[in-house]
């Protein structure tokens, strides 16, 4: 995986090489298509966790992004050349002691990644199947679009999310965080704010939801620690986020949701644009060297699954 592999990536001087890394802890502003990020999203370990929760084995995976919290405590930076192909533009950076650099901390937050308002109010899942068909796929931030588009409770459909540790995760090392049953709660908790006038700060078309600091759930917040290797799931109806790094080790997680094929047959040229994007994507310089398995061949939607479970 093609993510940050020496000290000086992190270095206050030169970090501004990674977009979003800073405050919401992402590498890029898109969906990332290196080899190894495509190699565990067609593992079949990973996949059978998924079909275990639907209870359904067709099911195709999703394309997101690697959390990434640069250390921040007692780092120290090694001298070393930013070499440049512009003559006399190479400069060469002196190593500096072990320091904290609290700028590089990621901030604090609770979220929802759906609308609670929409999803517990609204009747039918028209609006939010009509967003969809408009999904072009035509660039890598548009895969992200589809990850937070639950519907309605009225359609009782299951909706997790999960995250797999690339490196061991410590508690100081920053890192995930949720609110365990919160998911059995949430019609409460969302006819409380509703009254509360909270629901007025966000709308029923914003898909990414703060919970600000002065609600009482963050109280109930715990963190998740996790060695390298293992994977997270939850209910995409639950209370989540992650706390900044307060370590000299860097924590790295991909982001990763696989649902149930159904529902693409309706949405009338979408499945289509989204293949079509995975492979030109699978062309790139960045998915070099991977072989897709039978599996993954059907979980990125470039084989159909057939009608009946099979094994993968």
């Not at 492979?279 to 057939?306: I, M, N, T, V, Y």
Request: proline share 6%.
């Amino acid at each position: 995986l093609a993510i940050p592999s020496s000290m000086r990536d992190w270095d206050p001087r030169v970090c501004t090489r990674f977009p979003g890394s800073k405050q919401g802890g992402f590498l890029g502003d898109g969906a990332l298509f290196y080899r190894q990020m495509l190699e565990n999203r067609q593992n079949e370990r990973v996949y059978r966790a998924w079909a275990t929760l639907y209870e359904d084995d067709r099911l195709l995976v999703n394309h997101d992004r690697v959390g990434y919290f640069r250390p921040t405590r007692a780092v120290s930076m090694p001298a070393f050349q930013r070499r440049s192909l512009v003559p006399g533009k190479s400069k060469t950076y002196e190593a500096l002691p072990a320091a904290d650099y609290p700028e590089l901390c990621s901030t604090y937050n609770l979220h929802l990644d759906m609308n609670p308002w929409y999803y517990c109010y609204e009747s039918d899942s028209s609006a939010e199947n009509a967003f969809l068909r408009t999904l072009k796929y035509e660039r890598p931030g548009m895969f992200l679009a589809e990850n937070n588009v639950l519907g309605v409770i009225g359609d009782g459909q299951k909706h997790f999310q999960g995250l797999i540790n690339l490196a061991d995760n410590r508690h100081d090392d920053g890192g995930f965080i949720l609110v365990p049953g919160f998911r059995h709660h949430l019609s409460e908790w969302v006819a409380d704010t509703k009254r509360r006038g909270l629901q007025e700060s966000y709308g029923t078309q914003l898909r990414f939801i703060p919970i600000p600091q002065t609600e009482p759930v963050h109280r109930n917040a715990i963190r998740v620690t996790m060695r390298a290797g293992s994977m997270v799931i939850w209910d995409q109806c639950t209370v989540h986020g992650s706390t900044p790094n307060n370590s000299s080790r860097p924590r790295y997680a991909q982001f990763i949701k696989l649902f149930p094929v159904a529902g693409y047959g309706d949405h009338v040229g979408r499945f289509e644009r989204r293949v079509a994007a995975i492979q030109r994507e699978l062309a790139g310089k960045h998915a070099k060297g991977l072989r897709l398995s039978k599996l993954g061949r059907r979980l990125f939607g470039l084989d159909p699954w057939p009608t009946e479970a099979v094994e993968s």
